[in-house]
T-cell receptor
């Protein structure tokens, strides 16, 4: 089996700050994803990548950047944190679209 | 674009009751349909899928049947237990090899047991 590791587990930032979230997977999967999870809104796709150095925008990409420099890692940057923002960011990977494996999430709080 | 609508908010039942969570979809093509489950403090995990009309997916006592006529994929379980308390997500996606690896998720339905 494999595992997805997300760091940090909790992230507290200030308004306007640039914040970076990291994700590592050892499944050797080609595709990786970043989702945002808000209460009552489900999972919304921010960015995904189908191979190293590839980036595809999701439905919620505005305000975010992403980077896939290695097959095993995928990072997400919040370019300017919004005051009172609270959400969980979930990273996932898949070999195909049938089964996505998720990490435990990074919980963001902006003061 | 593609979308998924599922039972809103929360469902609460007594132990051994029958659980139904409704899921309806809207898609331009012929999507694959999925159920994912998320336990507290964890990321979602794949429950099962169905890829064609009338196909039944099942896992851990849960099941759903792909119905193209009513564009539905309702989740059912005959006898719920405490361990089933979780958030359930319905999702749709294109079949592998069709060019997209994306899934579109519903907003989630939280199931809990009435003590």
């Amino acid at each position: 089996g494999g595992i997805i590791t997300q760091t940090p587990k909790f992230l507290i930032g200030q308004e306007g700050q640039k914040l970076t979230l990291k994700c590592q997977q050892n499944f050797n999967h080609d595709t990786m994803y970043w989702y945002r999870q808000d209460s009552g809104k489900g999972l919304r796709l921010i960015y995904y990548s189908i191979t190293e150095n590839d980036l595809q925008k999701g439905d919620l990409s505005e305000g975010y950047d992403a980077s896939r420099e290695k097959k095993s890692s995928f990072s997400l940057t919040v370019t300017s944190a919004q005051k009172n923002e609270m959400a969980v960011f979930l990273c996932a990977s898949s070999a195909d679209s049938y089964e996505q494996y998720f990490g435990p999430g990074t919980r963001l709080t902006v003061l | 674009g593609d979308s998924v609508t599922q039972t809103e908010g929360q469902v609460a039942l007594s132990e051994e009751d029958f659980l139904t969570i409704h899921c309806n979809y809207s898609a331009s093509g012929y999507p694959a349909l999925f159920w994912y489950v998320q336990y507290p403090g964890e990321g979602p995990q794949f429950l099962f899928r169905a890829s064609r009309d009338k196909e039944k997916g099942s896992s851990r006592g849960f099941e759903a049947t792909y119905d193209k006529g009513t564009t539905s994929f309702h989740l059912r379980k005959a006898s719920v237990q405490e361990s089933d308390s979780a958030v359930y997500y319905c999702a749709l996606g294109e079949l592998p090899g069709t060019g997209s690896n994306r899934l579109t998720f519903g907003k989630g339905t939280k199931f809990s047991l009435i003590p």
